[in-house]
């Protein structure tokens, strides 16, 4: 999938949607509505927003995003109902997907990318750390370099 076909696609956003990837609670308390969640309920999955995300979309930065949205209170504002019992509409949920600033970010192309940049820059840090530790005034310093990368290798 070309970027800009990523750009183009669309969420799939309805209820009653098991093949989704994740849902947000349709219907609640005004502290509970919106809550994204990983798991389709029988009962209560025929009330909940399912959203499927693009293929070629990084899934969990999405997730992460709509988690994000709730935790700041954005469906409490967006909510609506007179009751204790509140709802959100699927055009809300729709207009938030759009709303995220730039879809490069949830490509998982995006992830492969800074792997490889990592990947080069702890080769040419080696190199330097190699070239410091040939010198006499700068050995230390390609020492420290060397433990710092070692350690850097070691959390991977």
Known sequence: MSWIDLLKADFVVKTNYPEADFW???????????????????????????????????????????A?????GYWRQKSQGTLPLQNIKIED????????EDKADYKDVTSDKIEKMYDNWLKQSKLISEL?????SLIREGREIKRFLQKMEDMR
């Not at 909940?48 to 995003?65: H, L, R, S, T």
């Open 24 to 66: 947000l609670q349709r219907r609640g308390s005004k502290e509970n509505v919106g809550k994204p969640m990983r798991k389709f309920s029988k009962i209560q999955g025929q009330y909940n927003i399912g959203i499927k995300v693009p293929e070629g979309m990084n899934k969990e930065y999405v997730f992460a995003q709509l």
């Open 68 to 72: 994000s949205l709730y935790r700041k």
């Open 93 to 100: 949920v729709k207009e938030a997907l759009k709303s995220f």
């Open 132 to 136: 410091l530790m040939s010198s006499n």
